[in-house]
Structures are given as structure tokens and as C-alpha cells.
């Protein structure tokens, strides 16, 4: 039974041997640190797989370092040798609990022996079974596998021996003696088999729990799932020592031996892009002793163009120094080329966006600006309709007979309309440029003609005395083509432009032909010539272009050629001879518009060209006008595919260019034709043979001047006068000869042609020319629109009387003998005087008297009264209180003029506003008294007011005058009607005053006082 | 039937009159214009106005640059703009924008910029008063002439 018992107890024993440190069958037990699996049948599978060449690559010394001198690896190894330990001390406890167990039932065993012994003495059995259970640590690894529990509990069981024999006999004894014996012997062999168990345990303990082979079998193992996880990946890792020579390398698919790799640097190992950033790279983390990731791209030899992303972490020392770095590299190369093509794409995709954004919003501001444009196109088509409606009514109108006030309310009107369809006419021409819809024709004309009748026409309508002179070269060719209802609209632009802003001095034009200009052209006429030296060059490469362009060059080439080349055009009886003209005849005109006027500051010069700009508001005020003029010229000349420009010398002048290309038009037959063609040509000048065609100076001197509503008021009229006065001498022979409005009839005299020329500034001025009227026609208008300064038309009405000496000639009745009688003037002083009265008269006054004879005879008995004011208002409001008091006044502007009036006509009454423009009330009063005094316009002379008769000569008429010369009563009108205002004036002669505003009361009370009729 | 809405008419006048006259828009100049147009001079008050209002425009739009184009205002050029402005505002008998003209002319004597603009402010607004209350008042003569039958209501220049 003890038999049994113990070997069931020796097989439980057996089973208990110390499992091995790396358990077989590690079953599904997770949640180790590992997390190895070894399924029974991938572990063959993973010997299967396991690759032959082992990829890695181990500096097995370094190793040792590393684990000897790195924190990690002596961590690492510390706790493997920890886990050692505490198995081992596990194994030898738990040996020592069994050697205890083992001891004690050695001892039990004595015990019973003695026991026995006793017991045989006393002969009383107590033999006591051993029932002690022995239980074992049953605590587990944390790591490692737990020791398996001690499964069996020992038990040991107490057997009586039945003994067959009588109690106390001696064979009962005997028998008993032999049992124990047995019993005994049995015992120490189990005993013995014990030792050798624990002996043999012992030494397989000793034998199984070397660390070395365990630490080896962990970190095969471990090795051989990291192979089989990173096998495919394209990962590189590896350890690199301080000097960054590699210690230790895993790449899946190497491309060089180990002793390639160990002990190099990657600057040593391989070359090319990216090697030596990724080894800076390296070595800043080392230095800076933090791990960092980086993305290098490589252009190597080796492998070819590839990204890695790096990851590099330094190694420490136990002491805290850095000893070298783990490197993890992985491929990204696709990865970039994928993400790089998605940047560039977004990339793309975003330019589009905004590409598309920008171009929706130009549709949309095209489309914006289209639809202004062309509603303001269409409003101003509406405007002009109605409005060409109004103004050819009144110019109907103007044609019935109307009394002079209607008349003059007509002129008003009509001015105005042909302001405003002037100014619709240019917003329109503006507009059709802009939006594409202007369409050039192409037609035949003679640039010539052209120039001529620009300047006859600007001659005409001269208000002032200029002189326009236009030089045509002779290599300018005699026909042209193009759109010569365009290059007009410019001309006349230009020449208007330049004669409103001169006052004196010339207007000219200059044409000639100038080489095609090249690109750099319009560099060279810059806009800011404005110094005096460029002016002068300019001048001067003016004048030299004629020689510098010698008639045998270009043009008179391209002028030669044509014949050829239109013979054989006839003779291949080519349709096509437009695209032919184009070809072979194309010719770059130049022309030059200048003048000698105010010039142009070199700051306004950048926005000339802009629409509605003007060079100041001062100007604008003082010229007038919209500004739009020069923009339009500007888009013509470049809608004809030339350029203009200008160039400026303040005070001295300014030269508008423009640079055109025109066809030369083929000479096909050289006959009578070719008049027919230039339909635009006036009329009369169609049959003008090619001589006169071919003239290429013309010259308006201002000698034809008749206005009175120039610039230069009383001044321009008085020189006319003497012009016209001494016109035996000073005729000018050279002078071309004006051609006047075709109503000119045969043997006007000069002073009728001076009024008739008066007539074709009103016809001429607008747009829609009027029908010429006779001569009464011819008063005075209020249009200052048309004037464009600031200058008033002096009135000097109905100074046909007053003064005994000029009646003493008493005028026909008939105004048509005037003028007769003007030209065939005496030189007399005193005739000449009532004369120059008579002509400042005349044009404004003669159509009242015409039509108001009763009011001619009316007015030689009253009294002369002459207004000087310069508000239209009051001028208007006191003639109409005069009118109604039954008299009339004549009417001038400020004190120059009525210096002047006075001097030509004698006055009963003269009432003088004290604030006016030019000269004052109280300065003309004085001037007047002055020349009461002493009989001569010294005084007036000397205080700059011109175009008086001289003394010379005439000393005893004007003592004559002034005997019948009464102190003539001047009453200051006067809005200042403060004391010491009132005292000025009486200081300066004047007589009494009226305040402003004047009424009936205060008109009749002073004209009682003074007109003692 | 004709005469009746002539009738009305006037009394509309009237009445707009005596207003403009009540509130010092107008002054007794107005009605001395008035007094000037006869049968010669059909349409005295209507050109004299337009004329007026053409000037003054004028002048308004010269004096506004004056006072805002220039760094330093000519107060002097000024002074000669309001001057003629009043000649002829007194002159039609336009009480309120002399008024607020010798206001003006009395800032700008003493170059209150600010006080210039202000007035001219007010001088712009009592000019646009004035105008449309003309312009009704010319307006109803017109109809008044027209229902009245006279045939000479010549009116070509208007008040824009």
C-alpha cells in the first residue's frame, strides 16, 4: 500500500519538471508583452517563410556595447537577468519546500522506526499515518509562464499491519519485527529514490536555466516575428554609432553586403542628392539630443530617385551622452509623387477658379460699360431727334419777320440748341469709338483742299485777330483715301482748340509725309515736350522735314510705282484693287497743328486726352467747352490706326500731331473724273485744275476780321477800323484772298464783307449751318455760349445822334448806303471819328433802325442815355424800365468800353455801375472827366485803354468838340450804397448815385433831375 | 368755360404769388419786373428770370469751386462773384438769396471758411426754392395765357 502510495506520489514528482523559460505552448494566452502567437502549424509556416539570407545585419560587439554602456540595453538586459532570478529563486523554493516535506517524512519515518522500537518495547502499536497535505505556491509569473501548480496533494496513508498471529506471542513478535523491517526498508528506498530525484532536478535546473540561452532563444524569437512583420515593408532600420557609422542596418531588399554597410557613413556608403542632408539631419539630432522626423528625397545611383521619410532618435548613455542614433527610414516616394500631383491639381484648379472669377467679372463690367454706352448712345439719339427739331423749326423761324427782340430771343435759342447738339453730336461720336460701332469710310480727297477749307472755315468764324496759315509739302500726295469726313472732324477740332486758346499771334497746320513709324514711335513723341529747347527742335525738325524727306524718296517712290503696278492691275482687270491700294501704296501723313497761345502746363498734359478734362477749372470757366473734344480726336486718329500727340510750352504754344496711314488711290485715268470722286470737295472747287490742287501754302491773315465779339472787344475793332481806314495802303497784296459765304455778292464793299463775314461766324459756328441773311440780320446776339469768354459784345447801340458834329452827316435812312459810304472814307479826324462811331454801330444796330424807323426819328429827340453795367439782370431790368419811361439807352460792359462810347458819341446821361470787370465805374469817370478837362484821351491813353484817335492832328476838332461839350452827368449805380462808397463816388466825379436795385421811383427821379429836357 | 379755368388759374397765381411774397422768397423788385412786360416784351419775367437763373448758376457753380478746389480761398474773387450775384438777385427782387448773399459776403469778408460753405449751402438750397417756385408760377401763366386764348404765349426759353 505505502508502495503504492509513494509512487503514485514518484509519478507526480516526475511530472513536475520545470517547464522550459520560453513555454511550447503558450496556448491562447494573450496579453503578454509580445503578443506572440505560434500556432502549431504557422510555426512551420514561418520556417518556411523564414528568409534564407538574413537581412539584417548585427555588429554583434556593438550589441554588447550597447547593452553594456546604453541605459536601454542595460535596462533591458537588468530585467532579463531579474526574470532569471526570480525563476530561479522560484525553482529553489519550491525544491526547498519539497526537500522540507521530504525531511519531515524522513523524520516522521524516524520517528515511527522509534516508534516501532518503543512500541515493540511496550508492544503497543501506535503507529500514526501521516495525512499533512502539501500544498504548494500556486502564485504566477507575470511574464513568464506561470510554474505549474502542484497538481497532486501528498498523501500519505497510515496502514495498519494485520498480523495473523496471537498478540504477545513470540511469533506474533516475530512477525511483526519482519513487517516493520519491510516496512523500513521500503522507506529508505523511497528515500533514496527522493535524493536521486532532487539530485537529478537539481542538476537539470542547472542545466535548463542558462540566461545566456534564454535571452538568445527570446530575441530569435523575437527576431524572427519582427523579420516576418517587416519583411515586405519598405522599411529601413538601423543604429548608427556617434560618428554615424552604421552598427546595425535591417532593409528588406539590400543592394550591398555587409561589410558595405558596417562601419560607414552614409556619406561613405553612397553619393548623390539628399545623402548629405540626410547625414546633417542625423547629426543635428544627435547634437540636439530630441528625436524628429524629416522628409529627405534622394537622387542616388544607387536607388534611383526616392523619398524616405526619416525618423532618427538619439541613444543615451548611461551617463546622459549621446552615443549614436536609431534610424527608421520608410519609402514614401509614391506617396510624394501622389501628393504632389494632388498640390498641383488643387493648384490648378484654384488659378482656374480665379481665372474664371476674373473673367465674369470683366464679362460683367463689359457688359455693364456696353449697356452705358449704348444707352447713353440711344438717350443721346433720343435728344438730338427732337432737338434737331426745335433748332430747324427756329431756324425757320428766323426766317420770318420778327420784330428784334423775338429775333434776338430766337439767336438765343438757336445757339443753345446748336450748343447742345454739338454736345450731343460728341458724346455720340465718343460713345460709337467706344463700343466698336464707328465705322471708317474710305473715299478719295485731296489733303490739300482739306487743310484749305478747315482753315477757311476757322478763318471765317474768327473772332480775333490770328493769322492761320497751313504748309502743305510737296511729296504730300494730291489724292488720298480714307475717311476724310474723320480727319476733318479732327482738323477742325484741333485748329478750333488751338484758335480758342490763342490771342494772338498764328494757327497753322503742317502737313507732310513721314516714313512708316516704327514701334518705338509714339516713344518719341512724348507728351511732355514742353521746355524750350524741344520746342525748338521741334520746330526746327518741322521745318527740316521738308528737306529731310526729299520729294524723290518714300512717297514719290511708292508714287512712281503705282504706275506700273496699276497698268498691270488694269491689265489682270483685278476687282480687287483695294487690298492691290494697301499693298502697294500706303503713306504715313504727318500733320502739325500749331499755335502760339496759352500753351498747355506740363501737368494737365497726362489727362489732355481724357473725356471731359480740362486743363483747369479756371479754364473751363474761361473757355468754356466740354472737354471732350480732344478725347474724340484722339480715339479717331487711333481708330484710324495713327496716334496723336502733343507737345507744349506754356505761354508760348502747343503742337497737336497726329500721324495717320492713308492709301494712296491708284491713278487709274488721270482725266476729269477724278473731280467727280471727291464728292466731299466743295463744289467750287471741283473744277479747279491740278495746279491750283497742287498749292500747298495758305494763309489767313486776320485782316477780313469783322466781328465785334472778339477777344479783344473794342480793341480788335478798332485796329479793323484803322485796317480799314488806310486800306489804300496797307491792304495786305499778298494776303489770300477769303472766299466769302457764297451769299457774297458782287461788289460788297469791304465793310459789307466785314459784315457778312460777321454773318458766316453765326452760320458757320454751328453745326447746322443757317441760311445766310441779309444784312439785318446782323445784330448784335447775346451768346456768350458761342463766344466762349468771358467777354461781353460791347452794345454800343444807336450812337447814330446826339452829338451836333454827327449829325451835321446825317445818315440815310437806307442802311444799305452805309457801308458805301464807310468805304469810301476821308481821312478827317473828325469823320473818321463818327465813322469808327458808325461802324460799331452799324452791325448791331441798323437792323433796329431798319425795321424801327418811327424809333430812329423817336430817338434823334430824346435824350442819349448810355448804361454801363455788366450784369445781364440789371442790364436787362433797366433797359425795360427805360423803355417803358420812353427811352433808350445804348449799353456797354465795363469802363474800357465806355471810355470808348463816350469818346465816339456824345451822351446826355450816363449811368455808371461802379463794380465791373476790366475798368471800373469810378476809373472811367474819371478818365471822362479828365477828357472834359483837357480835350484830349491822354489820361485813357495812358491808363491802357486803346484804339483812341490820336492827338496828332486833331487838336483843333476836339477843342472844336469840346466847346459843345458839357460836363456829361455820370450817376453811379451802386449796390454799396453805404456813405463812404457814396463819397468815392462823388469823389470821382460822378454826380449823384442810385442804389441798387433800381427802380421805376429812383430811374425817374434821377433822369428828372438830370435830363432837363 | 374758357374763361373760367383762365379765372382759376390767375387766382392760383395770386395766391402762389402772395405767398412767396409772404414767406420773403419774393419782394416788391418782382413785382416792378412784373410791371415791366407789356405788349412789347410779352415775356419780360421769363427771360429776365432765365437769364437769372443762367448767371447765378453760374456763379454758384464758380464760387462752390472757390470755396473747394482751393487750398486758400480768394476771398477777394469771391466777394466780386457775390456781388454781381446779389446785383442781380436784388434786381428780380429774390429777397431770401440776397439775403443769404450778404450773409455769405459777410463770412467771406472775414474768411470764415466754415461759415462760407454754410451759407452757400443755404444760398444753393434758396436758389432751388426760387427756381421751382418760378417755374410753377410761369407755368401757371402759361396755362393761364393758353386758357385764356391769347396766342402769345411764347414761351422757348424755359426754365430748363
Not at chain 1, 478734362?613 to 481708330?639: F, N
Not at chain 1, 478827317?828 to 454801330?841: P, W
Amino acid at each position: 500500500m505505502v508502495c503504492e502510495m509513494g509512487g503514485d506520489y514518484l509519478s507526480d514528482m516526475e511530472v513536475e519538471v520545470l517547464p522550459s523559460m520560453w513555454p511550447v505552448d503558450l496556448g491562447n494566452e494573450l496579453g503578454k508583452q509580445f503578443n506572440i502567437e505560434i500556432p502549431g502549424a504557422s510555426q512551420e509556416l514561418l520556417e518556411e517563410v523564414a528568409i534564407v539570407e538574413d537581412p539584417s545585419v548585427v555588429d554583434f560587439k556593438r550589441l554588447l556595447e550597447l547593452t553594456n554602456y546604453s541605459e536601454r540595453g542595460s535596462s533591458q538586459l537588468a530585467y532579463l537577468v531579474k526574470q532569471w532570478e526570480f525563476k530561479q529563486n522560484n525553482a529553489v523554493r519550491l525544491l526547498k519546500e519539497e526537500l522540507d516535506i521530504l525531511s519531515k517524512q524522513r523524520q516522521e519515518v524516524e520517528l515511527k522506526k522509534l516508534e516501532i522500537l518503543e512500541a515493540h518495547r511496550f508492544e503497543e502499536d501506535k503507529y500514526v499515518g501521516d495525512k499533512r497535505p502539501v500544498s504548494i505556491l500556486d502564485e504566477g509569473y507575470d511574464i513568464w509562464e506561470t510554474i505549474p501548480r502542484r497538481r497532486n496533494e501528498i498523501v500519505v496513508q497510515n496502514s495498519n499491519f494485520e498480523i495473523d498471529s496471537e498478540y504477545d506471542s513470540v511469533k506474533y513478535w516475530k512477525q511483526r519485527a519482519k513487517e516493520l523491517e519491510k516496512l523500513l526498508e521500503e522507506s529508505t528506498r523511497r528515500e533514496q529514490r527522493l535524493q536521486d530525484k532532487l539530485q537529478e532536478n537539481i542538476e537539470n535546473l542547472a542545466r535548463q536555466s542558462s540566461p545566456v540561452e534564454e535571452l538568445s532563444q527570446i530575441l530569435k524569437r523575437a527576431d524572427n516575428f519582427l523579420h516576418f512583420v517587416l519583411q515586405n515593408a519598405p522599411v529601413v532600420i538601423g543604429h548608427q554609432d556617434k560618428d554615424l557609422r552604421y552598427r546595425f542596418i535591417y532593409n528588406p531588399h539590400p543592394t550591398l553586403q555587409e561589410e558595405e554597410i558596417i562601419g560607414r557613413t552614409d556619406v561613405e556608403i553612397f553619393t548623390g542628392a539628399g545623402v548629405k542632408e540626410s547625414q546633417d539631419f542625423k547629426k543635428e539630432v544627435l547634437e540636439r539630443g530630441l528625436p524628429a522626423k524629416r522628409e529627405i528625397t534622394f537622387e542616388t545611383e544607387l536607388f534611383g530617385s526616392k523619398t524616405f521619410l526619416i525618423y532618427v532618435e538619439p541613444v543615451f548613455s548611461k551617463a546622459g551622452d549621446t552615443i549614436g542614433v536609431n534610424y527608421m527610414g520608410m519609402d514614401i516616394t509614391d506617396q510624394v509623387i501622389k501628393r504632389e500631383k494632388m498640390a498641383k491639381l488643387r493648384e490648378e484648379i484654384a488659378v482656374q477658379k480665379a481665372k474664371e472669377t476674373e473673367l465674369n467679372k470683366t464679362i460683367h463690367i463689359t457688359e455693364e460699360t456696353m449697356r452705358a454706352k449704348q444707352m447713353l448712345a440711344t438717350m443721346s439719339h433720343e435728344i438730338r431727334s427732337p432737338l434737331s427739331g426745335v433748332v430747324s423749326m427756329a431756324e425757320i423761324l428766323a426766317n420770318s419777320k420778327l420784330d428784334p427782340e423775338q429775333r434776338q430771343l430766337l439767336d438765343v435759342m438757336l445757339s443753345s440748341g446748336d450748343l447742345v447738339l454739338q454736345l450731343i453730336n460728341d458724346i455720340l461720336d465718343l460713345s460709337k469709338v467706344e463700343s466698336g460701332v464707328m465705322k471708317l469710310e474710305a473715299a478719295k480727297f485731296r489733303p490739300r483742299e482739306v487743310v484749305k477749307h478747315v482753315l477757311q472755315t476757322a478763318a471765317a468764324s474768327l473772332q480775333k485777330e490770328l493769322t492761320l496759315e497751313g504748309h502743305i509739302t510737296d511729296d504730300v500726295p494730291l489724292e488720298v483715301i480714307g475717311d476724310v469726313l474723320r480727319i476733318r472732324q479732327i482738323l477742325t477740332n484741333l485748329i478750333s482748340n488751338a484758335v480758342k486758346f490763342t490771342h494772338e499771334g498764328k494757327v497753322g497746320v503742317n502737313l507732310y509725309v513721314i516714313p512708316e513709324p516704327d514701334c518705338g514711335h509714339s516713344g518719341r513723341c512724348t507728351q511732355t515736350v514742353s521746355d524750350a529747347q524741344s520746342s525748338d527742335s521741334r520746330k526746327a525738325r518741322v521745318e527740316d522735314s521738308i528737306p529731310a524727306y526729299p520729294s524723290n524718296s518714300y512717297v514719290e517712290g511708292g508714287v512712281s510705282d503705282e504706275q506700273p503696278g496699276s497698268a498691270r492691275i488694269k491689265a489682270s482687270a483685278s476687282l480687287d484693287d483695294d487690298k492691290e491700294d494697301s499693298l502697294e501704296t500706303k503713306v504715313w501723313l504727318r500733320c502739325d497743328v500749331y499755335d502760339t497761345g496759352i500753351g498747355i502746363p506740363e501737368k494737365a498734359l497726362p489727362s489732355l486726352f481724357k473725356k471731359y478734362m480740362q486743363v483747369s477749372a479756371d479754364h473751363a470757366r474761361k473757355y468754356g467747352g466740354t472737354g471732350l473734344g480732344l478725347a474724340i480726336c484722339k480715339q479717331l486718329v487711333e481708330l484710324m490706326g495713327g496716334h496723336l500727340t502733343v507737345s507744349s510750352q506754356e505761354h508760348h504754344g502747343s503742337t497737336f500731331t497726329f500721324e495717320l496711314p492713308c492709301r494712296v488711290p491708284l491713278k487709274r485715268v488721270h482725266s476729269d473724273d477724278t473731280d467727280e470722286e471727291i464728292s466731299d470737295m466743295l463744289d467750287h472747287d471741283a473744277t479747279m485744275d491740278d495746279d491750283e490742287a497742287k498749292v500747298g501754302h495758305f494763309c489767313f491773315k486776320p485782316r477780313t476780321l469783322g466781328t465785334l465779339f472778339s477777344s479783344g472787344g473794342p480793341i480788335a475793332r478798332a485796329k479793323l477800323l484803322n485796317n480799314t481806314i488806310n486800306m489804300q495802303r496797307s491792304l495786305p497784296k499778298e494776303t489770300y484772298s477769303l472766299p466769302m459765304s457764297i451769299h457774297t455778292t458782287n461788289d460788297s464793299a469791304q465793310v459789307k464783307n466785314s459784315c457778312s463775314a460777321t454773318d458766316t461766324i453765326d452760320s458757320s459756328g454751328s453745326k447746322f449751318p443757317r441760311e445766310p441773311m441779309d444784312i439785318d440780320n446782323n445784330e448784335s446776339i447775346i451768346e456768350e455760349e458761342r463766344k466762349k469768354n468771358d467777354q461781353v459784345c460791347p452794345q454800343v447801340n444807336g450812337c447814330r445822334s446826339g452829338s451836333a458834329e454827327l449829325d451835321a452827316l446825317s445818315y440815310p435812312s437806307d442802311n444799305c448806303s452805309q457801308p458805301r459810304q464807310m468805304s469810301c472814307s476821308d481821312p478827317d479826324n473828325g469823320n473818321e471819328k463818327k465813322q469808327s462811331c458808325e461802324t460799331s454801330c452799324k452791325s448791331q444796330e441798323h437792323a433796329n433802325r431798319s425795321l424801327d424807323s418811327s424809333g430812329l426819328s423817336k430817338a434823334q429827340s430824346q435824350a442819349k442815355i448810355l448804361l454801363v453795367e455788366d450784369n445781364k439782370i440789371n442790364i436787362m431790368v433797366t433797359q425795360s424800365m427805360m423803355k417803358q419811361l420812353g427811352h433808350k439807352i445804348d449799353i456797354v460792359n465795363n469802363g474800357v468800353e465806355a471810355v470808348r462810347a463816350v469818346q465816339s458819341c456824345r451822351y446826355d446821361l450816363i449811368l455808371m455801375d461802379v463794380c465791373m470787370p476790366i475798368m471800373d465805374g469810378l476809373q472811367a469817370t474819371q478818365l471822362i472827366r479828365s477828357f472834359e478837362e483837357t480835350g484830349n484821351w491822354d489820361a485813357a491813353r495812358e491808363a491802357g485803354v486803346e484804339g483812341l484817335p490820336s492827338c496828332s492832328g486833331s487838336q483843333s476838332s476836339s477843342q472844336e468838340a469840346l466847346e459843345s461839350w458839357n460836363r456829361i452827368p455820370i450817376i453811379a449805380m451802386t449796390a454799396n450804397a453805404l456813405a463812404e462808397s457814396v463819397a468815392e463816388c462823388l469823389a470821382n466825379g460822378m454826380d449823384s448815385f442810385v442804389a441798387k436795385p433800381v427802380t421805376f421811383q429812383k430811374l425817374k427821379h434821377c433822369l428828372q433831375n438830370y435830363l432837363s429836357v | 368755360m374758357l374763361g373760367l379755368g383762365a379765372t382759376q388759374l390767375e387766382d392760383d397765381m395770386h395766391r402762389l404769388l402772395s405767398s412767396l411774397f409772404h414767406q420773403g422768397v419774393l419782394d416788391d423788385h418782382f413785382s416792378q419786373l412784373q410791371r415791366l412786360q407789356d405788349h412789347d416784351s410779352p415775356n419780360f419775367v421769363v427771360e429776365v428770370v432765365s437769364i437769372y437763373f443762367r448767371e447765378s448758376e453760374k456763379l454758384l457753380t464758380t464760387l462752390r469751386a472757390l470755396l473747394l478746389e482751393r487750398e486758400c480761398t480768394d476771398y477777394k474773387k469771391m466777394g466780386t462773384h457775390l456781388n454781381r450775384l446779389m446785383g442781380s438777385s436784388s434786381s428780380i427782387g429774390a429777397n431770401r438769396v440776397r439775403n443769404v448773399c450778404v450773409a455769405l459776403r459777410t463770412f467771406s469778408e472775414r474768411s470764415n471758411r466754415a461759415g462760407c460753405i454754410n451759407s452757400l449751402e443755404q444760398l444753393e438750397y434758396e436758389q432751388c426754392l426760387l427756381k421751382s417756385k418760378l417755374h410753377e408760377l410761369f407755368q401757371l401763366e402759361q396755362q393761364r395765357l393758353m386758357a385764356s386764348g391769347l396766342g402769345y404765349g411764347y414761351h422757348s426759353i424755359m426754365l430748363d
